[in-house]
């Protein structure tokens, strides 16, 4: 089926939201079935544009570093089953035969006395935040359910935001609209390194990407950006914990090294990484690295021809811009949750979420997309995505572009594999759309803080 029917305009509105050209849409074909299941919003839509750009960005970086020009990209087939797993790919996931652990008891939705509440309690220091603000006698489901029932959804929201957990009333009304992404070419026009060939199907190699995000989003680009040839290095400090199923999922082609930015000798290691990086993509809140002088305008100050992506969860103004957020937390507040009812929105029945954590994973596919268009245009080039931007465009674009459309039954079964890893052992997990990773994760953290050999 090919982009020019009506219900494959997401693809067309994402594609011109990274600035691509019109007429390269019409070389996406779609095959095989991805029905998500995924009730009021069309979800599906969302999974397959996303996808379908990034593949478009990666034709075009190919055909650059081939001699040709980004319209030379060739046609572009993305299967839906593919893609439909991709999106739950932490729900496929296996470490030596285990299933993982996606949320901790005291994460889900709450009735408050006027309504709901969502948290997000996965992490040890936002549960034992939680379990402060709330003055919880234990970190159990009943005590927390008690502690919410006599009070408002804001109350809780604001009395767990202030003692650093996670808490966010579920709105009954859709949030105010954000932008996708927003795309910004310094002045001066500054290039960054000259890229030569690169071997087929991995456009993107040679190309180091220093990777400063977490959770879903940022590592869901990053392993992409991996699979199609470049250098990640993940950093993360050693004070902020990782879950180990989060990172098996998500830790497939990329290396991981922990460095703390307030210790002078790890800050020069980070400055000589940065210093050979061609790309650094951010999944931090506004603000939480400018304090170390690593902000985007910081860097390309520094670093003009630099690719420097940015992602949040809230969006970039307003007065949520700087708070902490997940998938499920802007679902909620977004109106998502409340659309996704049992009542359906403003109904009475418990707030619903949508089938995949697909704010967050097609973030991911739209950063990557972002980076590869941005290195096929010589880089130098600043790009701001958001969760809440992602929602805002499937509301309210999608939606009424699209509707929902049935996408017909698949099998997962065909996009699942079996990987050895050196830090988890035989992995069990969703294929990439774009192709399969020669080896699995290596253990969070425990990589050299060094770029491999060009």
């Not at 006395?113 to 489901?141: F, I």
């Not at 990640?232 to 990172?247: H, K, T």
């Not at 708070?323 to 909620?332: E, I, P």
Request: aromatic letters at 6%; one cysteine or more; a neutral charge.
């Amino acid at each position: 089926m090919g982009i020019g029917d009506e219900r494959d305009s997401g693809t067309a509105g994402a594609w011109a939201a990274l600035g691509g050209a019109a007429e390269l849409v019409d070389r996406v074909r779609f095959a095989g079935a991805g029905d998500l299941e995924e009730g009021p919003l069309p979800v599906r839509e969302l999974a397959r544009a996303t996808v379908s750009v990034c593949g478009l960005a990666a034709g075009e970086l190919a055909a650059v570093r081939g001699g040709g020009a980004p319209g030379d990209a060739p046609p572009l087939v993305v299967d839906e089953g593919a893609v439909a797993t991709a999106f739950v790919s932490e729900r496929h996931l296996r470490v030596a035969g285990r299933a993982p652990v996606t949320f901790a008891p005291l994460s889900g939705f709450w009735r408050t006395a006027d309504g709901w509440v969502r948290t997000h309690a996965n992490y040890p220091h936002h549960r034992d935040a939680l379990v402060r603000a709330l003055g919880l006698p234990s970190a159990t489901p009943e005590a927390l359910r008690a502690a919410v029932a006599g009070r408002t959804a804001v109350e809780v929201q604001e009395l767990a935001y202030g003692a650093g957990g996670l808490a966010v009333a579920v709105a009954r009304e859709y949030g105010e609209p954000q932008p996708l992404v927003e795309c910004v070419r310094p002045s001066g026009g500054a290039r960054g390194r000259t890229l030569g060939a690169a071997p087929s199907g991995r456009p993107a190699t040679g190309v180091r990407v220093l990777d400063l995000t977490r959770v879903i989003a940022g590592p869901v680009a990053t392993r992409t950006l991996g699979l199609l040839g470049a250098d990640v290095l993940r950093i993360d400090s050693p004070g902020l914990p990782e879950a180990d199923d989060a990172y098996a999922d998500t830790g497939f082609g990329k290396r991981s090294a922990r460095l703390d930015l307030t210790s002078p000798g790890d800050r020069a290691v980070f400055e000589g990484l940065l210093a050979e990086a061609d790309v650094v993509v951010s999944g931090y809140r506004p603000g939480a690295l400018e304090r170390f002088g690593l902000g985007a305008a910081d860097l390309l100050e520094r670093r003009p021809g630099l690719v420097v992506a940015e992602l949040c969860a809230w969006g970039w103004t307003g007065p949520w811009a700087a708070r902490r957020g997940f998938d499920s937390l802007v679902q909620a507040g977004y109106g998502i949750a409340a659309r996704c009812a049992g009542g359906g929105a403003g109904g009475d029945g418990v707030p619903g979420v949508l089938p995949a954590q697909a704010l967050d994973h097609g973030t991911g596919y739209l950063v990557a997309a972002g980076v590869l268009r941005a290195l096929a245009g010589g880089g130098g080039q600043r790009l701001r995505f958001s969760l809440a931007g992602t929602a805002s465009w499937l509301v309210r674009d999608l939606s009424r572009a699209v509707g929902v459309a049935p996408g017909g039954a698949y099998e997962a079964g065909p996009w699942l594999r079996e990987t050895p890893s050196a830090g988890y052992g035989v992995v069990r997990h969703a294929a990439s759309p774009f192709g399969e990773w020669a080896v699995g994760p290596s253990r969070w953290g425990t990589d050299a803080a060094a770029w491999l050999p060009r």
